[in-house]
Each structure stands twice: as structure tokens, then as C-alpha cells.
């Protein structure tokens, strides 16, 4: 049997998910080790043997596939555990990275402590400035060369940096590199020559984009990951292909697609921060299935809730990341987060006398009260608690039981400094925080002109499942998914395990509207070419590869802003790059209102990326005959009470076992469907269904039916379930 | 250029008639009751019982309702100084104007928005008449704009045909007419020599833009296109915020909402309230001096903050402050703007942004015909840069000094002066590498830094504290737009500028070339005569601001030749005078020019920094070995060498020259007025402590300031200066970064030093003119 697998070695959990030859998924997870990662791989590789009926030897000979996400480089670069880097940049210019533009203290950071600069820091510098060189040489900014390289100073510089101050990794980043590559190529080769044991990476490789500042944090983040990244790759490869591995390892990135781990260690920025792509990878191919082009995917655990969006089926790209006060500009599967999720603090301001959750978290360690390990501030789990929602004896499937006593006295403790109820302060803390997430969505997609309405939201991570029947509600979407029910906690693995070769070569140039035509379509045969030769490099022929071309395009001079247009196929005449700005005008209309946009104003072009696919195949999941429209015996679980917050009210709900829930399974709320590692709360008047895929599609009850229900929630009568 | 001295021409203030704050001879000033058309009907109901969890809920998405009006001016503007350097602000404000949120963006702006929507509300009512849809446009800053390129909006929300509230935004246009590009007019010398004054407008009338409107505005610019589309970018804002405020009247009802507001800013004000009940009662000052209120002009001006506290209130005034004169005014929104941005940095840093609460304690007192609170017909655009930083400065210092005194945890949020520099302004303009003309305005100041606070260092390059969200842009973004070229941008030494106990953060430094033009001409620049930013507590004041040129240098033949110069002092060529305030001038091919954003105020006297925070600095690079014995005392030895270098302090040494100094600072200092004792606390009474040294103690004499060692300064009614030993010596002889090239003017300046006569500590510092006495500027009443 032939298996095609993912493995996301994301946070506590290392996830494994793989699909053999007839379709069908399998799922598992073991602990993270942290020492050596590859002992929790295999931990985890020997459950899914286990769920495949074979040995993790076998598994592994008969992996068709095998794709690798991981946080490695994340990890070593919050840790600062990276390689002793060190930078050489244009003379003048060492101390950019130093300065940060001004915004180091507050890059990223939730808006309550810009006002408190007291609260605020620089992060640890990546480069102290010991390990930056200055070197003298210049490009303009139209690629002109005004001072050449020193090269005896670079050959001096690499020596001293790498003999006396013990750089084992170096980066280069030079002003308009990306104009001009010439003095980044050339002091590349001199610490080849020189150092040909470091690692180096220069900047117009990196992140060929304008903007000194984020170019060089680009190209240092890659330089301080890439030594103990590429060993880490290339370990994982050697565990897999001694233990049978017939097939190249591939490695997850931000792009969404993945890359052999022989490529991907030549640029491991890309695949830093790859875990919440995973995720949107895997509602993106389940999506296509259900039928849903536009989806909220939305990852809700310990500390934070991300979200990512995709639109008519293509999921959103970003074009800027910020790690650790750090900012860059790469382009990304766009996810945006905020702290906010089961260990988020709640606590009262004694001013308002109203309750605030989060931004700060008990993490997991110590965690929430329930957890007994020393939290004393009550968090979101322990309101899930206190409701019923959660399971104080089956947490985790009963491997690590909640002490339900501490957090109601938690809970209880802080109702009674604004005179509520236990139950009262836990359904608030609950309200606060689904409003939080459901803010963040409304932000990412009110902002960019769409509705909330029309879009599906898929919940998953340890606690999106449970909070998604309140906010998904409160946005008043289409639906909630479930992805995969029991598979939702794996679900990243499981979307790494889906991912296609994908490669973006992109080249910063401006171009103001109406485009040099013959400018423009060199360009794009430029481009097109680098990726083309690039794939074959991978193996991959001219026909399996599928290219979509884009502009970033703006009004002149909006720095801080772009669209993404796209560029048809083939050569370009006047007439389509006429339809190419008139779809960049229409598109900002749309967005910021008729008449936003000045007609008057110039329209520039600024990078222009071509985006090639190499579609992996792979078969189609397996889809479920039987229909049951019950739920076995075997996964009833009783009922117990529950709180439930929008209603406010205690009510009698039932308790599924989830893995005992098939296709055409009907839950209707109140009740609650425990997984071995989530739970997933079906609201009154909701209706969760399994679908044929294994899904469990959550059913929100109509806005009309709601007000009613609301007002009887108020009367004596309470409301009732269906 | 600076060929001769100007005397400006004091401006008339009539002062037989009574001028009332009505925005037209005199700043308006709100009254406590406005007085409104009846044909508005205000809505004003309250869901009395909204709970706390309600509350929360509906709160926050205000607040991010708030800040997607900012989100949207950055996106959509295309001036650097409003998309990058935070150059604008956004605020929800109630129906009667009251300013709810503001963003983290420029922070004095935030309460010229509210100042601004009472006086629609006062004098547009009846005609044009406030309806739904309409959005006012104001750049009178007798009205409520801090100078008129600040122009703002603001637009009533109705609900059912009542004004629910009002969403706002102001916003740095670039050029709004007048006879300077940049519309910096620094030689005028009344109103008409100034851009003109728009009272507020309706440029959009019941949603639809009004066309003339909007052309009368632009018509004025230099750069119209430019201004249209910063324009269009706030109206987005505007119709952004409105349109979600409407969404949650619509899901949770206006009474409700209205609730929440009102309670966030009673929240705002009691948390307010209870921070201010740790401070004790009395008066503290501050005082900062500028050079010339017009080129030419040699002249020294005052501006004075001093705040009383009283109980739960604030009283502001500006007492001392010199009289309204040349080019160097701004009006009382100005002043309580800036006055409310250190309040707000200090008093209620926890509040997110809530800064509605904290005006409900202020008073404002400020004295009229000022320079920083000045009439009809003073000119006002250049109030930007050579006004509003120094208002927030001087409040600064007023507002650290009594938070120094409170109770900890308080004691310890009081940060030093942050910027006199005049933002770092360069703006000049020219035609550029596309062969178009462009306007530029440049903020040396954005790479930012934060000053010391008693209990940290500053943050070298971090930002700058009363504009949260500013950005330097880089300088790729400015060789694109710019026909220059950066020669360098690096961080300065922490030398003597903002040494303390605690340092400040560091500046920074940049230098520029002409590339791919002939010639620019430079409207505003920043060359101080003197430094400005004051010490806090015994801490050494700031640098001072520079900006140097010389011209005919032999750069072009050092690129040539392979090396990019690294200091203007490397190259030949002529350095020219330039005076802060000065005519424009002409940069050519061949010129070099740096401008330097200053080290900070620093904290507490430099020979109490811990002697391996000294050494710190040294082996990070940023201290010379110099500086450290010469600033602090410290001596060190290098170990090693290379890369691996590394400085180890000499304990010993460094105590006995320490011990040394603080010796000889009582042989070379003037005795003090009032000689005491050693002051004998009454058994049990607590020391309140003033920063590290400074406190009071209770004597069967009352309450008296005593220094740590145990010397008795005197009752707290008067002056402790008055008890300390005085050193004064020139204000460019403090240590590297003061030296000044304007000798005439520096002259005029010194630098003071009060030191405790028993230990020699170093209490307090102030940089001021020679003939003025020293100022009083810690006052309790306990």
C-alpha cells in the first residue's frame, strides 16, 4: 500500500497525517522532543504505523510522498540559538539593522503598550554590532554603480569575522542589490574563496525588494537559521532515507507549496513560519471538495488565534512578516495573529469595573488554574470549565485530567470583584474573547472589501473547535467546518501532506502606467525562465509546470500599499496592459469606495512575480458510503450540564465521542463532541453533520431565528433545545 | 546669508478691547457648556445598565474601529511624512466633541480634533447647518489645527436624526499654499505673510464631495495631486470609521454604545484620578529656550510650562513664556495638545489611547499673546517644527518632575525630555532624477530615541515616545523619490549628551549629497545655536540638533577614488553658518550636509551609572574610553584584542576618581544661599524620596528636602536650589555634543549645576540664559 505523508513537528505536538493509495486518511500525534527532533517524529510515525495497520519501516518504504513542515528555523531564531552571523553592508549603512527604522521598540506589538514606552524594548540584536562590516562600495538607485567594491576589504572583513570573531554563517546586504546584484555576487564569491565552510546569503537572493532595512533583517534571518536549518533538514532526510524513504524529502513553505529539502536549505527563510500554512493548505484542498471557495481558516490555541483567508479559491498572499519585533518583506500565505486563545488571562479593570481578556497568556506552562501546575489567574480554558464545555475527567482523552475545582474558584474569585456569578464571569470571559477573534477576522476581511457572510470558516488547533459555534456566530458566516472531525488537531500535517511544488521568483523593478511593453515582457520571460529552469533543476519537465504571473501594483508613491493584480498569459500588448490597470483601479475602488482612488494620479507597477506550480498527484480521499443518520451507541456519552454563553443558561447536552461519529451522523445542540484532542461545542439550535469526507459541518442557526430565541432567552421560559 | 540681525517686529495685540477665545481673535477655547443650534438634535440617552461584559465587547471594537481610520490614512497617503512618520491623528469623539480614543500616532493632535469639532458645533449649526453625511475640513489653527498644514476632518454620526458622535482625523498635508514650499513661512511676521486660513468647511456635503470645496483647498498647494490624494486617503478613513460605528449602533443600539463611551472615559478619568493621588500637592516647571524668531534674528525666547496639582486637578499655565513674536507661535490648541501628550505618556499610559478622561482634569491657564498660546494675527505655519516639539518638550519636563515625586510604582514612569529638534525637520524641494518637481519633508528624528527614566536607560534609535507609531523611511525609499544620495545614517555615541545615572537612548546621524540633479533649495533645517533638552534630575541635558553643509568638497573625488566619506570633518570644502530659522538655502553638487537627531535627556547624576553599565557601552562600542572617564568617571582597561575585545571596569579606581570629583565639585562651586545642617527627621516619619538622591524627610520644622547623605535642603516651600552648592560654565563646554558654532548666541546661554554642599551629588542641571534667574521648578506643598 502506498502512503502519502505529512508531518507538521509544529509546537508541543509533532502531527503526523497520511492518505494511502485508496484514499483513506489516517492520523497521529506524539510529544515534541526537543533535543533531537527527529525521536519525536518517529514517535509519531510509529502511532500512524500503528493507525495504518503497518510498521513504521514499512510506512515509511511505501511513502509515495513524504513532506516535512516544521518551526526549526522559528525556534532558533526566538531562542536566539541561530549561527554567530555575520553581516557585511555598504559603508554608511552597518547600523540599519541596528536602528531598525525606529519601530524595533514597537514592531508588532498590541497597541496597549505603544502608549507605555516603559513597557517596551528593542529585541536582542540578531548582529551585534561586533559582527557587521562596513564595506565601501555604491549602486544608485537606478543600478548605476558610483563607487566600486572594495574587494581586499571584503576578503578582510570575512577573515575577521570568521577567524577572529567566529562567524559560522555570513549575510550580504548591499543599498539597490536589487538593481544591481554585481557587488553582492561578487563579495559572495570572496567568502566562498575564503570561508568555504560558511554559509552566505545575500540579499537580492533573499528578498529581492526595495527597502534596505527588511531587506537586510531578510537576509540575516536566513544566514542565522540556515547552518543548523540545513542540518536539520538533511538529518530528517537521512533518518527517513536509512529507514527506507524512496522518494526526496520535501519541505513545507510559506508559499503554501513545498520544496525538496535539497533546495530548501539553499533559502530557509522560506520555510520559516510555515506551521500556519499547513493549516490553510489543508482547508484549501478539503475546501474544493465541500465546494467552498472562500474560507476563514482560523487556528486557535494555547496563546493565539491565527487567520488566514482564501478567496475564490486562492488563498490570500501577504507581503510582509514580523518576527520578534523584526520586520521583512517576503511574499506568503498571509496569516495574521493575535494573542488570544485558551491560556489568554482574563482580569478585571478596576476602572470600568468590566472584565479584560487577554493580550497576556498563561502559555502552557504554567497554563490555566485547571491545569494544577501553578497558573493562579483565570484564563479561557478555565471559563470552558466552569461552563461544562470542557471536560474536567476526559481532557486529552482522559490523559490529563483538570482540576475543575481550581478553576472555579478562579472564576469565582474575579466575578466577585464586579459582582458576577461564577458562571455569569466565565460565559463573559468567553464572550470577550470570541469578540477578540471574531474583530480579527472582521478586521482582515471588512479591510479588504469583503463580507464576512459569504465566507465558511474552518476551526481547528486545541481550542478553535470549542470557541467557533460563539464567534462564528457573531460574524454571521455562512457555516463552520470542522476539517477532517477527529483530524482537525492534525490538520496542518495533513495540509502539508496536500502540498504542490510551488516556487515564486519575483523581481522588484517600478514601472509607471502605461507600461513599456517590451520592458514589461522581457521581464516576464525573465522570470518565467528562472522558474522554468529552476523546476527542471527539480526534475520536472516544461509541461508540469504551471505559471500565473502578478504585478504589485499602487498608486504612485503609496509606499505602504499594494494590490496584487493579475497579469494574463503570453506576450502583452498595449490593450492588455491597459486591462491590467484599469483591474488595479477598479480593484481599489472596490476597496477603499468609489471615487478612493485620484484619477489623476500615476499608477506604478512595483514587482512583478511569477508563481509556478508542479502539481503533485496523488489520490483522492476516500469518501464514505455508508450513511447513518444516528450516532452509534458507542458514541453516546451521557449528557451533562452546560452553560452555555449565548444563552445564558444552564442546559441539559449531550456528549458525543467524536471518533465514533460517521458520515451522515446528525448532532443538534446544546451538545458537545469530545476528541482526544480538541472538543467541539454545537450551539442551540446548531446541527453538526458528518459529512462523506469525514468533516463536521457546523450549521449556525438563521439571524431571524437567533432574535427570537434571544428574547425568550430572557424570559423566565429560557430557551429551549431542539 | 545670516548676514544681519532682525529684529522682529513684535505683533500687535489689541489690547484696549476685550478679546475673547472665540478662534477668531484669540484661540478658542471650548466652554464647559457649548452652545448649539437647537435645530441639532443631540442623542444622549444611556443604557444605564450595560454590563461590564458588554461593555468590554463594544468597547474594544470602538477601538479598532478608531485605528482602521488610522490604518487607512497610511495605507492610501502617499507623503512620507504621513504614511511612514505618523505624521497625522484619528479619534472618535462623543456628540459634544470630547475625544474618546486616540490612535498611536502623533499625540498632541489628538485633543485639537475635539477642540476643533466644539467650535463646528458651536458655529455651524445654523448655517451651513451639521447634517448626516457632511464632513468639515479646518486648517484655521486659531480654531483648533496645531498649524495649517495639519489640516483636519471631522464628520457627525447620526442615528435616526440624531448626532451620535463624530469621527475625525488630522492629518500633515504637504504643501497648503504660502509664500514658502513646505509652507513653513519662517520669515513671516504676521497671519498674511502665512498660508491661508480654511475656518471650517463642508467639503462633503450629505456624502457628496463638494467640488469647489475641495479646489479651493488644493488650489493652494504647490502640490496638488499630492494633497489630493492624502486627502482622499482621510476622507477613506472617515467614511471607514463611520460606517462601522453605524454597523454597531445597528447590532447593539445608540444608548448602549453611547454608554460604553461615557464609560470609558469616566474609566479614563478615574484611573487618571488614581494615579494623580500619588503625587503629592505643589508645582513643578520646566523651561526650554529657543534661538530667533525669524533669519537673522539673535534673539532668545522662553517657553514655560508649570503645572500645580491640587487634590484630583491640574492646573497648567505658561507663565514666563515670552510674548507672541516673528514666525516662533502657536495657539492654545497647540498648547493643550501638547500639554495633554506627556500627561497622557505619563498619567495614563495604561489606558490604550483613552485620553478623553485625562482632559477632564486639566485646567489650562496659558497666559494669551504668548508664543505658545498666542493671538490674532500671529502667523502660525511654522508652529510645526519650531513650536509644537518644544511645547511638548517643555510640558515634558514639568509633567517628569512631578511624576518623580509621586509614590512608586509612578515614581518610576517619568521619562525625560524627548524632542526640542524641531522633528529633525529638513524639507526642501527641487526637480528630481524623473525631472519632476517635488516637495520633501524629511524627519531626522524618526530613527527616534527614548530618554532615560529614573530606574532604566533610554532606547538607542527607538522611536519616538509621543508618536507611538513612527517610522524613518529608508533610504532606498528616499534615493527613489529624491535626487540625493546617503552617504551614511548611524547611531551616535553615547557620550555626554543624555548621560545620567540612566542614559538616554541615542540618536542618530545622517549625510547627504546631491545625485542626479543640479541643485535643491532647503527650506527648513535644524542647526541649533545651543542644546535644548533638558537633564531630568541631575541628568546632563541633550545634544544639540545639528545641521552642518559644506560646500565645494572633494566628495565626488572620494567616490571616485573608492571610498564613501564617513564624516563631514573628512572631506574639504567650506563649511557655511547655518542658523536654526534661517533663510533657505541652496544645496549644489559638491555640498555635503549631515543632520543629527541628539542623543536625549538623561537621568540623575552621570557618577551615580553603575560603573558596569558603563562597561557595557564600552565593550557594545557605543562609549569611547574617553567619554566614560571623562562623563562618568569609570576607568577601564582593554582585555583582549580584535573582535574579542573586551573592557574591564577598575572598581577601585573609578571609586576614588569618583570620590574625587565629587570633591572637587565643592571647591569649584559658588556656595550655596541658604546653608544647613544635617537635617533630623522626627522618629518614625517616612522619607519620600524625589529620584535617587532628592527627598523630603519630616523635621519638627515640617517638611524639609534632604539629600541622601543626610544634608538638610531647606523647607519644601522654597527653592532647594537655593540650599545647593552652583557651578556655572558654558552651555558648549558640557562634553562632546554640545560644542556650538554660534558663539554670539551660545554665549548668551550657560550651563548650571546644583550640587548637594555635603556630598557633592549632583542634584539638578538647567541649561539657561545667563541673566535669568535659576528657575524654581520643584515646588511641594505637603
Redesign the interface.
Given at each position: 500500500m502506498a502512503y502519502y505523508i505529512g508531518v507538521d513537528g509544529g509546537g508541543t505536538f509533532t502531527d503526523c497525517a497520511a492518505m494511502d493509495e485508496s484514499g483513506r486518511l489516517y492520523f497521529a500525534k506524539a510529544a515534541t522532543t526537543k533535543e533531537d527532533f527527529a525521536v519525536g517524529m518517529f514517535d509519531a510515525l510509529s502511532a500512524l504505523a500503528d493507525e495504518c495497520g503497518t510498521t513504521v519501516a514499512g510506512l515509511i518504504a511505501s511513502a509515495e510522498r513524504f513532506n516535512l513542515g516544521t518551526t526549526v528555523g522559528t525556534n532558533l531564531l526566538v531562542e536566539r540559538r541561530g549561527a554567530r552571523t555575520g553581516l557585511l553592508a555598504?559603508?554608511?549603512?552597518?547600523?540599519?539593522i541596528?536602528?531598525?527604522?525606529?519601530?524595533?521598540?514597537?514592531a508588532g506589538l498590541e497597541?496597549?503598550l505603544?502608549?507605555?514606552?516603559?513597557?517596551?524594548?528593542?529585541p536582542v540584536p540578531l548582529v551585534?554590532?561586533?559582527?557587521i562590516r562596513e564595506i565601501?562600495e555604491?549602486i544608485?538607485?537606478?543600478g548605476e554603480e558610483?563607487?566600486?567594491l572594495?574587494e581586499e576589504a571584503v576578503e578582510a572583513a570575512v577573515r575577521?569575522?570568521v577567524n577572529?570573531?567566529?562567524a559560522t554563517a555570513i549575510a550580504i546586504a548591499f543599498?539597490?542589490s536589487f538593481k544591481n546584484p554585481a557587488h553582492e555576487l561578487r563579495a559572495q564569491e570572496i567568502v566562498r574563496k575564503v570561508a568555504p565552510e560558511v554559509y552566505v546569503s545575500c540579499s537580492h537572493q533573499v528578498a529581492p525588494r526595495?527597502?534596505?532595512?527588511?531587506r537586510t533583517v531578510a537576509t540575516v534571518i536566513n544566514s542565522y537559521v540556515a547552518p543548523a536549518s540545513a542540518a536539520y533538514f538533511r538529518r530528517a532526510a537521512d533518518r527517513l532515507h536509512e529507514s527506507g524513504l524512496r522518494h526526496p524529502l520535501l519541505i513545507m513553505q510559506i508559499s503554501g507549496g513545498v520544496l525538496p529539502a535539497e533546495k530548501a536549505v539553499e533559502i530557509p527563510l522560506t520555510s520559516l513560519g510555515s506551521g500556519p500554512v499547513g493549516g490553510l493548505m489543508g482547508s484549501l484542498s478539503l475546501a474544493r471538495g465541500l465546494g467552498h471557495k472562500n474560507i476563514i481558516a482560523t487556528d486557535m490555541g494555547g496563546t493565539s488565534f491565527e487567520v488566514g483567508l482564501i478567496i475564490n479559491s486562492e488563498p490570500l498572499v501577504g507581503e510582509e512578516k514580523i518576527i520578534d519585533q523584526y520586520r521583512y518583506k517576503i511574499p506568503q500565505l498571509e496569516t495574521t495573529s493575535i494573542a488570544c486563545g485558551g491560556g489568554s488571562i482574563a482580569r478585571v479593570?478596576p476602572?470600568?469595573?468590566?472584565?479584560?481578556?487577554g493580550p497576556e497568556s498563561a502559555g502552557a506552562d504554567p497554563g490555566p488554574v485547571c491545569y494544577g501546575r501553578g497558573g493562579t489567574e483565570p484564563t479561557v480554558t478555565d471559563a470552558d470549565v466552569t461552563l461544562g464545555l470542557l471536560s474536567a475527567e476526559r481532557f486529552l482523552g482522559g490523559r490529563m485530567p483538570l482540576d475543575r475545582e481550581g478553576a472555579l474558584r478562579a472564576i469565582a474569585g474575579l466575578g466577585e470583584q464586579?459582582g458576577?456569578g461564577p458562571e455569569e464571569t466565565a460565559?463573559?470571559i468567553l464572550?470577550?474573547n470570541n469578540?477578540?477573534a471574531a474583530?480579527l477576522i472582521r478586521?482582515q476581511t471588512?479591510?479588504r472589501g469583503y463580507d464576512p457572510r459569504d465566507f465558511v470558516v474552518y476551526a481547528y488547533g486545541g481550542a478553535g473547535p470549542l470557541h467557533a459555534f460563539a464567534f462564528a456566530q457573531e460574524l454571521g458566516v455562512k457555516g463552520v467546518v470542522i476539517p477532517l472531525g477527529n483530524g482537525a488537531s492534525t490538520l496542518s500535517a495533513y495540509g502539508c501532506s496536500t502540498s504542490n511544488l510551488v516556487l515564486n521568483i519575483e523581481r522588484e523593478r517600478?514601472l509607471f502606467a502605461p507600461f513599456p511593453v517590451d520592458e514589461l515582457n522581457t521581464l516576464l520571460v525573465e522570470l518565467e525562465k528562472q522558474a522554468l529552469d529552476s523546476m527542471r533543476e527539480l526534475g520536472k519537465s516544461g509541461e508540469e509546470v504551471e505559471i500565473e504571473r502578478y504585478g504589485l501594483m499602487r498608486?504612485?508613491?503609496?509606499?505602504?500599499?499594494s494590490l496584487l493584480v493579475h497579469i494574463p498569459p503570453g506576450d502583452l500588448t498595449v490593450d492588455a496592459i491597459g486591462g491590467v490597470v484599469n483591474d488595479f483601479r477598479s480593484m481599489y475602488d472596490a476597496l477603499?469606495?468609489q471615487?478612493?482612488?485620484?484619477v489623476?494620479?500615476g499608477v506604478e507597477l512595483v514587482t512583478t512575480r511569477v508563481h509556478a506550480v508542479v502539481r503533485l498527484q496523488r489520490p483522492a480521499q476516500a469518501v464514505e458510503k455508508a450513511f447513518k443518520k444516528s450516532v452509534s451507541a458507542a458514541g453516546r456519552l451521557g449528557t451533562r450540564e452546560i452553560f452555555w454563553p449565548d444563552r445564558m443558561e444552564r442546559l441539559e447536552s449531550e456528549v458525543f465521542d467524536g471518533r465514533e461519529i460517521r458520515y451522515g451522523n446528525r448532532i443538534a445542540g446544546p451538545a458537545v463532541v469530545e476528541l482526544p484532542y480538541t472538543s467541539v461545542a454545537v450551539g442551540v439550535e446548531q446541527m453538526l453533520e458528518c459529512d462523506a469526507f469525514g468533516n463536521f459541518l457546523l450549521r449556525l442557526e438563521q439571524p431571524s431565528a437567533r432574535v427570537s430565541t434571544y428574547t425568550a432567552a430572557h424570559g423566565p421560559a429560557g430557551g429551549s433545545s431542539s | 546669508m545670516n548676514d544681519r540681525v532682525t529684529e522682529p517686529v513684535k505683533q500687535p495685540v489689541d489690547a484696549g478691547s476685550e478679546i475673547v477665545w472665540d478662534g477668531i481673535a484669540r484661540g478658542y477655547a471650548p466652554p464647559e457648556v457649548l452652545s448649539i443650534s437647537p435645530r441639532l438634535r443631540l442623542q444622549t440617552a444611556e443604557d444605564p445598565e450595560v454590563?461590564?461584559?458588554s461593555?468590554?465587547?463594544i468597547?474594544?471594537?470602538l477601538?479598532?474601529i478608531n485605528?482602521?481610520n488610522g490604518?487607512?490614512i497610511?495605507?492610501?497617503?502617499?507623503?512620507?511624512i504621513t504614511?511612514?512618520n505618523r505624521d497625522f491623528q484619528c479619534a472618535i469623539l462623543t456628540e459634544t466633541g470630547d475625544v474618546m480614543f486616540m490612535g498611536?500616532y502623533l499625540m498632541y493632535l489628538a485633543n485639537t480634533l475635539g477642540i476643533m469639532t466644539k467650535w463646528v458645533l458651536e458655529n455651524r449649526g445654523e448655517s451651513p447647518g451639521i447634517e448626516d453625511g457632511d464632513v468639515f475640513l479646518c486648517s484655521d489653527p486659531y480654531v483648533g489645527s496645531s498649524h495649517q498644514q495639519d489640516t483636519e476632518l471631522t464628520s457627525p454620526v447620526f442615528w435616526k436624526d440624531e448626532l451620535f458622535c463624530w469621527v475625525a482625523n488630522s492629518v500633515h498635508y504637504s504643501d497648503v499654499g504660502g509664500p514658502a514650499p513646505g509652507s513653513f513661512c519662517l520669515s513671516s511676521q504676521t497671519i498674511w505673510e502665512d498660508p491661508p486660513l480654511f475656518p471650517p468647511m463642508k467639503l462633503v456635503e450629505r456624502g457628496a464631495?463638494r467640488a469647489d470645496m475641495e479646489q479651493l483647498y488644493l488650489r493652494q498647494s504647490r502640490v496638488p495631486?499630492?494633497v489630493?490624494?492624502d486627502l482622499?486617503a482621510a476622507?477613506?478613513g472617515i467614511?471607514?470609521s463611520r460606517q462601522?460605528i453605524l454597523k454597531l449602533l445597528e447590532r447593539y443600539g445608540a444608548e448602549t454604545v453611547k454608554a460604553v463611551m461615557k464609560?470609558?472615559l469616566?474609566?479614563?478619568e478615574?484611573?487618571f484620578v488614581?494615579k494623580l493621588r500619588l503625587i503629592p500637592d505643589g508645582r513643578w516647571s520646566e523651561r526650554i529656550y529657543t534661538e530667533a524668531a525669524l533669519p537673522g534674528d539673535t534673539g532668545i525666547y522662553v517657553s514655560q510650562v508649570n503645572i500645580t496639582k491640587e487634590g484630583d486637578y491640574l492646573t497648567v499655565d505658561n507663565e514666563g513664556t515670552s510674548p507672541q513674536v516673528g514666525s516662533i507661535n502657536n495657539t492654545y490648541a497647540g498648547f493643550v495638545g501638547g500639554v495633554l501628550a506627556p500627561l497622557?505618556?505619563m498619567l495614563?499610559?495604561?489606558?490604550?489611547?483613552v485620553c478623553g478622561g485625562v482632559s477632564r482634569r486639566v485646567k489650562f491657564r496659558p497666559t494669551p499673546g504668548t508664543i505658545t498660546c498666542a493671538d490674532y494675527p500671529a502667523p502660525i505655519s511654522g508652529a510645526g517644527v519650531c513650536n509644537m516639539p518644544m511645547v511638548v518638550s517643555t510640558a515634558t519636563g514639568a509633567t517628569a518632575k512631578m511624576v518623580a515625586c509621586a509614590d512608586p510604582p509612578l515614581r518610576?514612569?517619568a521619562?525625560g525630555i524627548a524632542d526640542v529638534h524641531a522633528y529633525g525637520g529638513w524639507i526642501f524641494n527641487g526637480i528630481n532624477?524623473h525631472g519632476q518637481f517635488f516637495m520633501a519633508m524629511h524627519s531626522g528624528m524618526?530613527?527616534?530615541a527614548?530618554p532615560a527614566?529614573p530606574?532604566?536607560d533610554g532606547?538607542?534609535?527607538?522611536?519616538?515616545?509621543w508618536v507611538?507609531?513612527?517610522?524613518?523611511?529608508?533610504?532606498?525609499?528616499n534615493?527613489?523619490?529624491w535626487p540625493v544620495?546617503?552617504?551614511?545614517?548611524?547611531?551616535n555615541k553615547a557620550d555626554a549628551a543624555g548621560a545620567g545615572r540612566y542614559r538616554s537612548g541615542v540618536g542618530?546621524e545622517e549625510?547627504w549629497i546631491i545625485?542626479?540633479t543640479d541643485s535643491l533649495d532647503t527650506q527648513v533645517y535644524n542647526n541649533e545655536s545651543f542644546a535644548k533638552c533638558q537633564g531630568l534630575l541631575g541628568g546632563n541635558p541633550g545634544g544639540r540638533a545639528f545641521f552642518r553643509v559644506k560646500r565645494d568638497t572633494d566628495v565626488a573625488a572620494r567616490?571616485a577614488a573608492?571610498?564613501?566619506p564617513?564624516s563631514v570633518d573628512e572631506v574639504t570644502g567650506e563649511e557655511i553658518p547655518l542658523f536654526w530659522k534661517g533663510r533657505p538655502v541652496e544645496l549644489d553638487v559638491g555640498s555635503m550636509w549631515t543632520l543629527n537627531f541628539p542623543n536625549l535627556a538623561g537621568y540623575g547624576d552621570p557618577l551615580d551609572r553603575e560603573p558596569a553599565a558603563v562597561g557595557r557601552d564600552l565593550s557594545?562600542?557605543k562609549i569611547s574610553v574617553e567619554d566614560a572617564f571623562e562623563v562618568y568617571g569609570v576607568v577601564a582597561v582593554a582585555d583582549g584584542i580584535?573582535?574579542?575585545l573586551k573592557w574591564m571596569v577598575d572598581a577601585e579606581k573609578t571609586d576614588e576618581e569618583r570620590a574625587e570629583r565629587r570633591r572637587r565639585r565643592l571647591e569649584d562651586s559658588r556656595p550655596a544661599v541658604e546653608a544647613h545642617g544635617l537635617v533630623e527627621p522626627l522618629d518614625g516619619s517616612e522619607r519620600r524620596a524625589i529620584g535617587d538622591r532628592l527627598g523630603t524627610v519630616w523635621t519638627s520644622h515640617g517638611a524639609r528636602y534632604a539629600c541622601t547623605c543626610g544634608q538638610d535642603l531647606g523647607p519644601v516651600q522654597v527653592d532647594l536650589k537655593d540650599s545647593c552648592r552652583l557651578r556655572e560654565s558654558p552651555v558648549d563646554s558640557i562634553g562632546r555634543g554640545y560644542e556650538s558654532f554660534a558663539k554670539d548666541i551660545a554665549d548668551k546661554m550657560c550651563f548650571r549645576e546644583f550640587y548637594c554642599p555635603l556630598c557633592g551629588a549632583r542634584l539638578a542641571t538647567e541649561v539657561a540664559r545667563r541673566e535669568d534667574d535659576q528657575l524654581w521648578d520643584i515646588e511641594l506643598r505637603l
Open positions: 555598504t559603508a554608511g549603512h552597518g547600523d540599519s541596528l536602528i531598525m527604522r525606529g519601530t524595533g521598540r514597537t497597541l496597549d505603544l502608549f507605555h514606552p516603559q513597557a517596551t524594548q528593542k551585534p554590532r561586533a559582527l565601501h555604491r544608485d538607485c537606478m558610483v563607487v566600486p572594495d575577521g569575522l577572529d570573531a567566529g543599498l539597490w526595495m527597502g534596505e532595512y527588511e479593570d476602572f470600568s469595573r468590566s472584565i479584560r481578556v464586579i458576577l460565559a463573559g464572550r470577550i469578540t477578540r474583530e478586521q471588512v479591510v517600478v498608486y504612485s508613491g503609496q509606499w505602504l500599499h477603499y469606495g471615487g478612493a482612488g485620484v489623476s494620479q | 454590563d461590564p461584559i461593555y468590554e465587547v468597547r474594544n471594537s477601538q479598532n485605528l482602521e490604518h487607512t497610511q495605507k492610501l497617503s502617499i507623503s512620507p504614511m511612514i498611536p464631495l495631486a499630492t489630493a490624494m482622499h476622507l477613506a467614511t471607514v462601522r464609560r470609558t469616566d474609566a479614563g478615574l484611573a488614581e497622557t505618556l495614563a499610559y495604561d489606558l490604550g489611547g518610576d514612569k521619562l532624477q524618526a530613527p527616534g527614548i527614566s530606574g532604566r532606547i538607542d534609535t527607538g522611536g519616538q515616545d507611538p507609531g513612527m517610522e524613518a523611511s529608508n533610504v532606498e525609499d534615493e527613489m523619490s544620495l546617503t552617504l551614511f545614517r548611524r547611531e542618530a549625510a545625485h542626479r567616490l573608492g571610498t564613501v564617513q557594545e562600542g580584535g573582535a574579542g
